[in-house]
């Protein structure tokens, strides 16, 4: 019978290959702190070392595509900073950091110190676009703050001198670097500002490492630099390093030699400038003085054209046009003027009162007259409408009945008497005939 039938058995090689698994996927991608020991750098290029602290140490190993990046060559004791993933070598079984970021670990303080002060001044808005100054156009002198000793001064010299060597030059010389430099530089602010003497301030240091350069990543020199009543231009290092001064200042350059060519013009385009302009106010100059000759020549001419005598034949010859064009001239004009005052005769005649008191008489007559035909026509039809209704009413009215013959009798209070016995004995009665009243007192009614 087989003892491992029934039971997982595992090779060395499963062994490793699975625990390479979970290490990787359990601790994921770490940031770790230490000193190097046992550094190696064998022909294909891969770094390996060890990574220690004063009480355990681990293998590490940093490839070639990830090493090529790094800007300094590590060595045995240094103190770095290594973002790192956990793996393990299998055929040896031995778990290790596969490096994919190494920095000097007091370089990576300092940037962090760098970044943090950054923060803090722009927030405090000492590097707004908006309080930059600018630069005068053409200084008449130069203030140069830096080492007297250093390259950055020569270099600077040298491109004044070949670029505007018109312009003067005064040194603050300060320390560069070490602990009193920022100190120095700010004082050298100071007096520069007190004095008055520049147009414009450079501030310059040669190129170094990041620790060489950290007197330029002062607060208070940041601070300083905005005061200055006197603009600044940074000339801190290369082109890649980037400090403090640089973003307080109002220019950056990226080097002392460019600080140089940005504060002052270049000479030769000046003397180009001023050759071209030597050159046109020259042209214009001669093209004025053939514009006033041919003037000159001009006015020559007329004057012997325009002489008293010419004038004065010029001027008899207008008068005898004149005096011929003035009687037709006089004559359109009477004309003109009858022809104004018979339309005027005409316009006043038609306004004139006795001609519209005659039309408004014949307008009164014809009105008169339309009136009496009207009131006619209206009393003929009046008639008409008015005679049926007369044959009508007399048809109906009692009085024709009076006119036959018959009688209408009312006692004293005009009652009429339909009745005999209305009337007893004494009533006085009235009746009316077609044809006038009979009073009378009743003797005897009969029914």
């Not at 990576?108 to 156009?137: I, N």
């Not at 006692?411 to 009243?437: F, K, M, S, V």
């Amino acid at each position: 019978m087989d003892p491992r039938r029934d039971r997982d058995v595992y090779t060395v090689s499963r062994l490793n290959r699975e625990a390479r698994a979970v290490l990787e996927r359990g601790l994921g991608l770490l940031w770790l702190e230490g000193e190097i020991s046992n550094f190696a750098r064998p022909s294909s290029g891969h770094w390996y070392f060890s990574l220690k602290d004063s009480a355990a140490q681990v293998r590490c190993a940093m490839f070639r595509t990830r090493n090529s990046q790094v800007g300094f060559a590590p060595s045995d004791g240094q103190k770095v900073l290594v973002r790192a993933r956990v793996g393990l070598y299998e055929p040896r079984g031995e778990y290790q950091l596969l490096i994919e970021h190494i920095e000097d670990a007091g370089i990576g303080a300092l940037k962090r110190q760098f970044e943090e002060l950054a923060a803090r001044l722009t927030a405090q808005g000492l590097f707004d676009a908006g309080r930059k100054r600018p630069l005068p156009r053409l200084p008449r002198r130069i203030g140069i703050i830096t080492s007297p000793t250093g390259a950055a001064i020569r270099d600077i010299l040298h491109v004044l001198a070949r670029r505007f060597p018109a312009a003067a030059v005064i040194l603050y010389p300060v320390p560069v670097q070490g602990a009193q430099a920022a100190g120095a530089i700010v004082e050298a602010l100071r007096l520069a500002a007190s004095r008055a003497e520049c147009d414009v301030l450079i501030l310059a240091r040669g190129g170094g490492s990041l620790e060489d350069l950290w007197a330029f990543n002062d607060e208070a020199l940041a601070h300083a630099i905005v005061a200055s009543p006197i603009p600044i231009v940074s000339g801190v290092g290369h082109e890649v390093d980037f400090t403090i001064a640089d973003f307080a200042a109002d220019v950056r350059a990226p080097t002392p030699s460019a600080a140089a060519e940005i504060v002052v013009p270049d000479a030769e385009e000046w003397s180009k400038a001023f050759r071209q302009f030597a050159s046109r106010l020259r042209q214009g100059m001669q093209r004025c003085l053939r514009d006033a000759r041919e003037q000159l020549l001009w006015l020559a001419g007329r004057t012997t054209q325009a002489g008293p005598a010419a004038r004065l034949a010029e001027q008899m010859q207008r008068l005898d046009e004149l005096e011929q064009r003035l009687p037709r001239a006089v004559r359109q004009r009477l004309a003109e003027l009858r022809a104004d005052l018979a339309d005027n005769r005409g316009r006043l005649w038609g306004l004139s009162p006795a001609v519209r008191v005659r039309e408004a008489a014949a307008h009164h007559n014809e009105l008169l007259s339309r009136l009496r035909a009207a009131q006619l026509q209206q009393l003929r039809q009046a008639s008409e409408r008015l005679l049926p209704l007369v044959r009508t009413l007399n048809a109906v009215s009692p009085l024709a009945t009076l006119e036959r013959g018959y009688a209408i009798v009312s006692n004293d209070q005009g009652a009429i008497l339909r009745d005999a016995a209305d009337a007893p004995p004494g009533t006085r009665i009235e009746a009316r005939l077609g044809r006038g009243r009979i009073r009378a007192t009743v003797e005897e009614p009969q029914a």
